[in-house]
Structures are given as structure tokens and as C-alpha cells.
């Protein structure tokens, strides 16, 4: 039985999953259209159709297994649909953390002004750098898999039950949780590194433009304090989201923690949503395109009421 605050908690994970679905969804076929339209794949359209698309799988795999856990832990004693969440785990979380680092690189070498010859070397051929991203993300793959096959086939054999469960030691429990997921926090340190670099190239930015300001309103300044209000939200959401994973993580080898799983699995929700709607929010074309959305469905709900007798 659910206490009020703990389906107030649900409550609130659900309508953030629904909105995340919304959001990304959104985003991929604003830009798959523009593709379809334009008969061209570009670098921002890739992240982007990638990145929603990765995401709303991973809230789906998210909610289900949140799901199961609150509501049927015993389902998990038939070994099938951990093995399928684990390995989809696999999958989905380190591409949706490597669209959200290659969105911020992406940013990072367009926006960002540094005289180092790295960051210009690196500048002049973005795709290479996505590329040697993407290629690290094979490679984590490559060897997360067998790792995972590996530790589900040691665990069945000492409990005869299933990977991760609450018999395993707990020591043992958190070094294969760190093994496993290894090459997503990689991915997320660079992540934060490039989000703080360019962070810094536009405070900087800012703070030239404010003593070269004339009294007026300078666009320029404001575009760019809108960019770091953007930049830190994103920054926080996504710290967000692996705090609320290690929450969950750690409630598998806690006994009475339904209520702190809950908050875990709230928090880590409100990543893939918030930040869709920052994106949509950041994002001028994409805002043009919401709005016009917007427009449209506002007169077909005229429309209706006008046909109604």
C-alpha cells in the first residue's frame, strides 16, 4: 500500500515522463521534417533527432522498470525482464548521455572563442570530433556487454536468482554498478568540462560586451545572458539525473526504501523533460515552430466549438 506522499511522487514522475515524451518527441520531428523538407542530414539535426530519440526510450525503460519495482517486484524473479532492462540499460543511457555531450560540444566549438591551438584545431572539423565520440561510445559498448553478460552469469550462479539482487554483497553490488557504467560517467565528466568552458568563453564575452556598452540595450548581451541561463539549467538537470540514478541504484541493496526509490526515480525524470523544454524554449527555430503549433491547434479548437450546436 502507497502512502500520499509516495503516490504524490509517482504522480509527479508519471506527468514528467509524459512531458519528456511530449517534449522530445516534439523535437525529433520538428527536425526530421526540416530534413525531409531541406533533403538534408545535418550535424545539429543528427544530435538532435538522436538525442530525443534515445531519450524518450530511456524514460520508457525508466518507467517500466520504476514501475515494476514499486508495484511487482516479484516479476523480476524470472530473470527475463532484468536481463532485457539491463541490456537495454546498456544501450540507451550511454547514447543519451553521448547525444547530450555532442550537443554541448557542438555548442562549445560553435559559440566558444579560445585562442589555444586544440580547441582551433578542434574547432576547424566538428564532424571529426563527433566522430572520435562516437567511436569511444562503440568501444563502451564493446565492452560493457560482455562485462554485463558476464556479471548476470556470476550472479545467477551464486544466488540462483537474478543480477543485482539484494543478496549480492553490497561491496561487490556497487564495483559492478561503477564497471558497468564507467563509460557513461567518462562521457558526463566531458560533458560538464565542455558545458564549464563555455560557461567561462561567455561570461567572458559578456563582460567585454559590458564595458564597451553604451548604456543601451545591447541584443548581443542579452543573447548571451540567455545562453548561460541555459547552459547552467542544463548543467543542473543533468547532475539531477545522476543523483536520481544513484538514489535508485543504491535502493536495490536497501531494505524499506520504496519511498527514497520513488524520490530517486522523480528526480531522474526530470532531466529528459526539463531539458527538451529548455531546448525548445533556447531554441529560436524550434520555438517558431512550438508557437506555430500552438497557433494551429488554438483554431482548431475555435473551429470545433464553432461546430458544436
Avoid at 62 to 88: A, H, N, Q, R, W
Avoid at 285 to 305: A, D, P, T
Wanted: glycine share 6%; proline share 2%; net charge positive.
Amino acid at each position: 500500500m502507497l502512502s500520499v506522499l509516495e503516490g504524490l511522487l509517482i504522480f509527479v514522475a508519471v506527468s514528467e515522463s509524459i512531458l519528456g515524451v511530449l517534449g522530445d518527441g516534439f523535437i525529433g520531428l520538428a527536425y526530421f521534417i526540416e530534413c525531409v523538407k531541406n533533403k538534408k542530414f545535418s550535424t545539429i539535426s543528427f544530435i538532435l533527432m538522436g538525442l530525443a530519440t534515445s531519450r524518450i526510450c530511456l524514460i520508457g525503460l525508466i518507467t517500466t522498470d520504476g514501475f515494476v519495482k514499486i508495484f511487482s517486484p516479484e516479476m523480476y524473479s524470472s530473470g527475463y525482464l532484468i536481463d532485457c532492462i539491463t541490456y537495454s540499460w546498456v544501450i540507451l543511457n550511454p547514447a543519451s548521455v553521448f547525444f547530450a555531450t555532442s550537443l554541448s560540444i557542438f555548442y562549445f566549438l560553435k559559440i566558444a572563442n579560445f585562442s589555444h591551438h586544440i580547441f582551433l584545431w578542434l574547432r576547424s572539423d566538428i564532424k571529426r570530433v563527433l566522430l572520435l565520440l562516437m567511436g569511444y561510445l562503440l568501444i563502451s559498448w564493446l565492452v560493457t556487454f560482455p562485462l554485463t553478460m558476464k556479471i548476470i552469469s556470476d550472479s545467477r550462479a551464486k544466488n540462483r536468482s537474478v543480477v543485482f539482487s539484494v543478496e549480492v554483497h553490497k561491496g561487490e553490488f556497487f564495483r559492478n554498478q561503477i564497471l558497468l557504467n564507467l563509460g557513461t560517467l567518462t562521457i558526463f565528466i566531458l560533458c560538464l568540462i565542455t558545458c564549464i568552458l563555455l560557461l567561462i568563453s561567455l561570461r567572458r564575452h559578456n563582460q567585454r560586451m559590458l564595458l564597451n556598452a553604451t548604456g543601451f540595450r545591447d541584443p548581443s548581451t542579452e543573447a548571451h545572458i540567455k545562453a548561460m541561463k541555459v547552459l547552467i539549467s542544463f548543467i543542473i538537470l543533468f547532475i539531477l539525473y545522476f543523483i536520481g540514478i544513484t538514489i535508485e541504484i543504491s535502493c536495490t541493496t536497501m531494505s524499506e526504501s520504496k519511498l527514497l526509490f520513488i524520490f530517486g526515480l522523480t528526480i531522474t525524470a526530470l532531466y529528459p523533460w526539463g531539458h527538451s523544454f529548455i531546448l525548445i524554449l533556447g531554441n529560436n527555430k524550434l520555438k517558431q515552430v512550438f508557437l506555430r503549433v500552438q497557433k494551429q491547434l488554438k483554431c482548431w479548437k475555435k473551429e470545433k466549438l464553432l461546430r458544436t450546436p
